[in-house]
């Protein structure tokens, strides 16, 4: 793991909590702990309702906590104003849904351009620097398709390019294969899992799939807004290289 000693965690949360106030407040994280490092590869599981959504959108910036102090590289996120939080979205994080989240008028190239028309990136260099991230998750041979016209593989693969072309320091994905078959969901783990190696990406992945899990190299698990496991993966697995076992042994395991 990247928890080298004497490396600073990259993401710090202290007593974090956060309540989603309505006629009927309701608690979506409770008195959070947690230190990510650089080069961290985490899974983060738990049912339904959990706080597992709660917990990314903090991490990612689109929500602050209420209670509670959390560190990005060292800086406290709850003092930051609305410019600065929308510069580290822009510039050091980058956001993968179930979804995908893609304009569907528009080609794979420009919606990899999107992110960079509020960074003062030139034209030429936008092109070209979303033309790369394409290529790296294989779609070179894509880039004028709709979103339409390509598989929920593909598409997925198109968000992870789009996510990539500001150079982000960590990658936050909400259950990113929960829309996708088992082969492609492995595929995508593949790409994510090369991305922390080699380009030594933060990775975060929401999932409800514990074989998905056994892909990262670190696994929390939430429940009623609360970490109540933080575990090592004994043997993280190189997607493409295991066969995904039998559903009773997965349920098994859920059930450990
Ligand atoms: P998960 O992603 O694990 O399913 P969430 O983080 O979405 O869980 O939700 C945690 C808790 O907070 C749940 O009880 C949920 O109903 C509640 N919650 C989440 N978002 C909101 C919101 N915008 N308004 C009110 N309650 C919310
Ligand atoms: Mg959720």
Request: some cysteine; charged content about 25%; proline content about 5%.
């Given at each position: 793991m990247g928890s080298a000693a004497g490396s600073e965690p990259l993401l710090r949360l202290r007593g974090v909590g956060k309540v989603y106030e309505g006629e009927q407040p309701v608690v979506g994280l409770e008195d959070v702990d947690l230190d990510i490092f650089p080069g961290d590869f985490l899974a983060v599981m738990g049912?339904?309702?959990?706080g597992k959504s709660t917990l990314m959108n903090l991490l990612g910036c689109l929500d602050q906590p209420d209670a509670g102090s959390y560190l990005l590289d060292g800086e406290?996120?709850?003092?930051?104003g609305d410019d600065q939080l929308a510069g580290i979205r822009n510039q050091r994080i980058g956001f993968i849904f179930q979804t995908f989240n893609?304009?569907?008028?528009?080609?794979a190239l420009a919606n990899c351009e999107l992110p960079m028309l509020y960074g003062g990136v030139l034209p030429g260099e936008r092109r070209e620097r979303a033309r790369k991230a394409l290529a790296k998750v294989g779609l070179a041979d894509r880039m004028d398709h709709h979103p339409n016209e390509l598989s929920g593989g593909q598409q997925q693969r198109v968000a992870i390019a789009r996510a990539l072309v500001n150079e982000p320091a960590i990658i936050l994905a909400d259950?990113?294969?929960?829309?996708?078959d088992s082969k492609s969901g492995i595929e995508i783990m593949g790409i994510l899992q090369s991305l922390n190696r080699e380009a030594g990406i933060t990775v975060l992945i929401v999932t409800h799939d514990p074989f998905i899990a056994r892909h990262t190299q670190r696994v929390i698990r939430l429940q009623d807004g609360r970490i109540v496991v933080d575990e090592a993966v004994a043997h993280p697995l190189r997607a493409g290289e295991t066969e995904r076992p039998s559903e009773v042994s997965l349920e098994e395991e859920a059930r450990t």
């Amino acid at each position: 793991m990247g928890s080298a000693a004497g490396s600073e965690p990259l993401l710090r949360l202290r007593g974090v909590g956060k309540v989603y106030e309505g006629e009927q407040p309701v608690v979506g994280l409770e008195d959070v702990d947690l230190d990510i490092f650089p080069g961290d590869f985490l899974a983060v599981m738990g049912p339904s309702g959990s706080g597992k959504s709660t917990l990314m959108n903090l991490l990612g910036c689109l929500d602050q906590p209420d209670a509670g102090s959390y560190l990005l590289d060292g800086e406290e996120v709850g003092q930051l104003g609305d410019d600065q939080l929308a510069g580290i979205r822009n510039q050091r994080i980058g956001f993968i849904f179930q979804t995908f989240n893609l304009l569907a008028r528009t080609t794979a190239l420009a919606n990899c351009e999107l992110p960079m028309l509020y960074g003062g990136v030139l034209p030429g260099e936008r092109r070209e620097r979303a033309r790369k991230a394409l290529a790296k998750v294989g779609l070179a041979d894509r880039m004028d398709h709709h979103p339409n016209e390509l598989s929920g593989g593909q598409q997925q693969r198109v968000a992870i390019a789009r996510a990539l072309v500001n150079e982000p320091a960590i990658i936050l994905a909400d259950e990113p294969t929960g829309n996708l078959d088992s082969k492609s969901g492995i595929e995508i783990m593949g790409i994510l899992q090369s991305l922390n190696r080699e380009a030594g990406i933060t990775v975060l992945i929401v999932t409800h799939d514990p074989f998905i899990a056994r892909h990262t190299q670190r696994v929390i698990r939430l429940q009623d807004g609360r970490i109540v496991v933080d575990e090592a993966v004994a043997h993280p697995l190189r997607a493409g290289e295991t066969e995904r076992p039998s559903e009773v042994s997965l349920e098994e395991e859920a059930r450990t």
